[in-house]
């Protein structure tokens, strides 16, 4: 029997297929692994924070500061390995702490003060591309050996066709996401939390701890997507992912997460950052298309699935009478 | 009071000398309560009674101010509905207090779901739960699927299924029929039934007295917040469980003088009819004509669907069925702003959440009506506001007289009157009230009774909903009595609060 | 009333102490006005003059937000009216014909307002919650702009569209009148009419509202449809003052310095009352701490941090329930429970 709750993510991957093919047919050399790969490989830091991103919407809340938190890693991994000499085996772990501190903090106020999410992580997201100029208003290139190697290492897989190590961090990312969702308890309390919070406490959930542990979480994406990043574009700079959250939100809803909460699939998100990606390509294959058409169609698409949204959940709310 | 002695039995669960306060709220007040192995034990009482926080205490939700609790002859003290749990007391409240985005499954193991090594097993745990549905509730349905794609009737169960994973001491259901029909109440009984034999105490709260006396075997009543007593349920007569719980001991029902009968026109001329005019789950199809003049009244107890009723006359709820005919105006009532524009006004029974606007002034809540009326545009001028407000803050004796006041700041008396003069400042031909007197007090009450009846003497017809027999009786023409979602009776003569009560009590 | 009950009191404060500082701080470069060819200048001058399209954009957000709603769509409206004006008068054959500019305005207004309505219609007839309703539009909107604009920075040469901007009248800037005109209308439509009084019932209690008979419906795209409007004005004065339109960064963030100007100002992100006075405060205090740090001489890009901490600050002063939690989680310390279900009696 085909579940409905399958629905809204086969949309979505029906979607990122008739968009791929429609790419393959018209333009040469799009149909090719290679293709899909480097969607992965431009993408892998988008996919990172996309993970977290889910988790927080899941649970009805929003993460506005993980672009900044991206940004504030890239600054201080370069400003910590290039000026202050730092080994990279010390500040990719510290860097991952500090995310998720982060995190952990504006989870807290969110929880114990009650103030919405939204500010709060307006707050982190201020707070956080602030903290980058602190350390300096310019770019800062790293030429450590580690990073370079990291940025530069293709994995070449049989066919011909290569990845970078960084894909591979966001697919184990991807499939610690889902086995987290769907297999540990704290996987199914947030589920339960983004249902409905009041039940979600009087069936003797830990509320606090759930909702914490997901600003955590998130914080602990975005530092990861940060290192990335750092491999990727080897510098530090307070402008980095300017407007990533936005792109991470809208990757999250088309891959069929309910903005009001409780209905997600981490395996939906990927194919929503796909699907960006393909638009990115697409435009990029044909040359007279500018990139500003990325962002009409992403908020097309935005609209679209949020209507989508909108239509299923009132037709649940009749189904039940 | 006449407290049953109990076999010599040991209760399950006792309740002593529960106290519970909340600011401006006495909301238990020595409050005693048994609970024996075995036996569906009905607690009842009207709106404030203090069911809803007997159980919260009891769950651990809300602390408790005084009294003491012993559970299986220990004594105990819950801080938390998983502490609850863990003692063996679970609750399935009225408004399923699931998730309905969860598969039925994990609604029931959500918490103590079945694990390896910290991984879920999702096959046992679907196992599981079809095995506890089929063998203890005789239900067979697809435990994979999301909870919302059932009914509330099976959403029910769940919660059961999930209470008795939980634990099997005491079951508490709060008001688990109010959104089923006749079908699924009956499967439910036969479930209750069966768990009874079980050994399980089950605390059961309705507002339905056919299903009290069909399935418990014992009766405590509440009333603000008191005990009023603990009786056996073959030997407590229907009348007499009504008259407790609205608060009249029988022998003090004479026949208290109607306030203003006299005076007011025979024959009254038809203002509003509704034939036919229902809703699926709220009210069933009903014919009810209002004349001009005339005050009705919608006796029954809670839950009975006079809220319903009520509320279909305004336009508040979008009937399904029948129409509702308007005698001078042509135009459907489908809104609440197609029933202004027809003369309609309606305090509603919840003043919080949908009478007043809690952080604008008194003024501007009482304005605020006439003001919809006129459109945006035509704003009445602040010095007419002013003296509106002041005029109809004296005739109502609005206290503080000060119309600049936040309406928050007023006792529930005053917020009341200020949303009865935003509906008089539009004079309407037909004004509704529903519990209009509920929870203020006695001074306030009095001044409210005689405006309903100088109202009609003027000539507006008043709907009036209250549960509280004696008002009902002193201010109405005419009498409808509704129970279990239906209009059972209507009476005209010789209204008498025991007829009244007969017919509310029915069977 | 004791005085610090007052609305006004906080936001004034705040105002009064980053004054206050730039008194001892840099009291020469912050407080001269100088009168040069008639016109004034100094820093007190160029805060209002820059700080006009905040206050604008904030002025139209006050209305949205009272109502319960928000519009995270105006930085990128601002950015398409000033892309559509200036893409006009770009092609204009005289750049200074007022029969051109005329038609630049018309036009940049009319496609905010459908903006506006679309938003509206979005929150209202179809029930999307605000946030989300308006995220569409913030996404594809910086897309119109730069589609307007090629996604080049369009360039005009024309006096006339520069003095929206830049010109000045009675010695001080153009701008500034804008502002006034703007705040004066939005004063005189919510407190002179019955809108005021349905935008704060709506944003305060959406079912009593409807049960009173307000078409809260009207409302709410009312609100929107003046949110469009400001922005789009704002988006006039940005790209006149530069003679330019840049689809990319115009209006970048506004939303959220608009959004954080009218919490300051008093009004509630809950809904219901709403201090227009109180937002105008609020967008001059974050024009000032902008100038202030830029003047101190610390990277202006570091005034990031200090709004972290005043949207936190603002927030906690704001919301009677932190004080009322501190309390409370003190009292119900051994019953969590209490505080987090609604309680009904």
Known sequence: MFKQKYLSIAVTVFLFAVMFLAGSFRYTGFFSLQVILNLLIDNAFLLIVAVGMTFVIVTGGIDLSVGSVIALTTMMSASLVQEHGWPPAVVIPLMLVIGSLFGWVMGAIIHYFKIQPFIVTLAGMFLARGLCYVISINTITIDDAFYTKMAQTKIHLPGGSFISISVIIALVVIAAGIYIAHYTRLGRNIYALGGSEQSALLMGLPVARTKIAVYTLSGFCSALAGVVFTFYMLSGYGLHAMGLELDAIASVVIGGTLLTGGVGYIFGTFFGVLIQGVIQTIISFEGTLSSWWTKIVIGLLLFLFILFQRVLSARQATQKL | MSTVDGQEREPILQMSGIYKHFPGVKALNNVSFRLFPGEVHALMGENGAGKSTLIKVLTGVYSIDQGAVTLSGRHVAIHSPLEAQAAGISTVYQEVNLCPNLTVAENIFIGREPRRFGRILWKEMNRKAEQLLRERLQLGIDVTQPLYMYSVAIQQLVAIARALNISAKVLILDEPTSSLDRNEVEQLFKIMRKLKEDGLAILFVTHFLDQVYEISERITILRNGEFVGEYEAAQLPRIELVSKMIGKELELLGELPKAGGEGRAEAKESLIEAIGLGRKGAIEPFDLLIGKGEVVSLAGLLGSGRTEMARLFFGADRPDQGQLLLKDSPGAVHSPRQAIDAGIAFCPENRKTEGIIDDLTVRENIVLAMQATRGWMRRIPRKKQDELADQYIKALNINPPNPEHLVKNLSGGNQQKVILARWLLTQPKLLILDEPTRGIDVGAKAEIQKLVLSLARQGMSVLFVSSELEEVVRVSDRIVVLRDRKKVKEMQEDIGQQQVMQAIAGG | ?345
């Not at chain 3, 006009?88 to 305005?105: H, R, V």
């Not at chain 3, 920075?153 to 520069?162: A, E, P, Q």
Request: aromatic share 8%; charged share 10%; glycine share 10%.
């Open chain 3, 1 to 345: 009333m004791r005085i610090h009950k007052h609305h006004l009191f906080w936001p004034l404060a705040m105002l009064a102490a980053l004054l206050l500082f730039n008194l001892f701080y840099s009291p020469e470069e912050f407080y001269t006005v100088q009168v040069r060819n008639g016109h004034l200048y100094g820093t007190l001058i160029d805060i209002l003059n820059f700080g006009a399209p905040l206050i604008l954009v904030a002025i139209g957000m006050t209305v949205v937000i009272a109502t319960g709603g928000i519009d995270l769509s105006v930085g990128s409206i601002v950015a398409i009216s000033g892309a559509m004006a200036c893409l006009t008068i770009s092609k204009g054959a005289d750049q200074d014909a007022l029969g051109l500019l005329a038609e630049a305005i018309a036009l940049s207004i009319g496609i905010a307002l459908l903006l506006g309505l679309w938003n509206g219609l979005l929150v209202s007839v179809i029930g999307i919650q605000p946030i989300i309703a308006t995220l569409i539009l913030m996404v594809a909107g910086r897309g119109i702009a730069q589609l307007i604009t090629s996604g080049q920075i369009i360039t005009v040469t024309s006096d006339r569209y520069g003095y929206i901007g830049s010109g000045s009248l009675l010695g001080l800037p153009f701008s500034i009148f804008i502002v006034v005109a703007v705040f004066a209308v939005a004063v005189l439509l919510t407190r002179r009419t019955a809108l005021g009084l349905f935008i704060e019932s709506v944003g305060r209690n959406p079912s009593a509202s409807r049960l009173a008979g307000i078409r809260s419906r009207y409302v709410l795209i009312a609100v929107y449809l003046f949110c469009g409007l400001c922005a789009a004005i704002a988006g006039l004065i940005l790209s006149s003052n530069v003679s330019s339109a840049d689809g990319n960064n115009a209006g970048l963030w506004y939303e959220l310095d608009a959004i954080l100007a009218v919490v300051i100002g008093g009004t509630s992100l809950t809904g219901g009352r709403f201090y227009l006075t109180g937002t105008l405060i609020g967008a001059l205090i974050i024009q000032t701490l902008t100038t202030t740090i830029y003047m101190i001489g610390v990277p202006p890009e570091i005034t990031l941090v200090v709004k972290a901490f005043v949207v936190l600050v603002v927030c906690l002063i704001q919301s009677e329930t932190f004080r009322k939690t501190l309390v409370q989680r003190w009292q119900t310390r051994r019953y969590p429970a209490e505080r987090e279900v609604a309680k009904h009696v």
